[in-house]
């Protein structure tokens, strides 16, 4: 089977995991069903990050669509930046950039949680496999969101690891997507899956991005993130949209859960 007969773009929010609304790729994007979620189809939706931002730049659009859409939004970051800054300590990096999750959060309705690991020295062991698939569990994930493992930054790695760990001792109770940020010069091997189309909240990612000051948001974002919103738009057929990789235990078509 071709590559893109394989893919499938979600351009709306569906009533969620009971009533999937999947488009076939096709080059273009296509009309769904589009219709908020109402209290009985809520769903929760986790996303993974190493450090503050990188949620924000991956898929800040399908996180703003989801929070729009009346699904309950959960940023988990793994550390706080700490490390961000050598001409700053841990602590007032770690401050700084805890503030600008909380903004970025704020713009997206969604609610920030730290996993209490430190920049650059992350841990991918028993101990800590067990404290985050316990702070996983516990927001109840009908979808988690998490950083591609093959990647340049060691933070991403353990951070995808961890979440794949999650699900795997869940006994698969979620779905998996991994999101991709900076590709070319961080994330590696990417192949997209499925696509969704945040042509209608640019804005709103970019005020969750442009939070993150200490970040250089405006030059991070010229330089990497437009032209790969760009660029997986025209994959899709659409004018900007967030890639993934749905990882499924089985083969077979994957699809967006709720979008």
Not at 8 to 19: D, P, R, S, V, Y
């Amino acid at each position: 089977m071709e590559k893109k007969e394989r893919r499938t773009f979600l351009k709306q929010t569906a009533i969620g995991i009971a009533g999937i609304a999947a488009i076939p790729f096709a080059g273009k994007a296509n009309e769904s069903l589009s219709f908020n979620a109402g209290t009985e189809n809520k769903l929760n939706v986790l996303c993974v990050g190493a450090h503050p931002g990188d949620p924000e730049f991956g898929c800040g659009g399908t996180l703003a669509k989801y929070s729009e859409a009346g699904h309950n939004v959960t940023i988990l970051y793994l550390t706080r930046g700490e490390a961000g800054d050598p001409a700053k300590s841990f602590a007032e990096s770690a401050s700084l950039r805890t503030k600008e999750a909380e903004v970025a959060c704020r713009a997206l309705n969604a609610k920030p949680l730290f996993a209490g690991q430190i920049d650059g020295n992350t841990e991918l062991n028993k101990v800590r496999n067990e404290e985050m698939t316990k702070l996983i569990l516990a927001q109840k994930p009908d979808i988690v969101f998490t950083q591609w493992p093959v990647d340049s930054h060691i933070d991403h790695q353990v951070a995808g690891l961890l979440s794949l760990t999650a699900w795997v001792r869940s006994n698969q109770q979620f779905h998996l997507y991994y999101y991709e940020v900076n590709t070319g010069s961080e994330t590696m091997g990417f192949e997209p899956t499925d696509y969704v189309d945040i042509s209608n909240v640019r804005e709103k990612k970019k005020a969750a991005m442009f939070a993150h000051q200490t970040q250089r948001p405006q030059e991070t974002y010229d330089d990497f993130f437009k032209a790969m919103e760009e660029f997986r738009g025209l994959e899709a057929g659409v004018k900007a949209a967030e890639a993934f990789v749905h990882f499924k235990a089985k083969a077979g078509r994957a699809t967006i859960v709720g979008l």
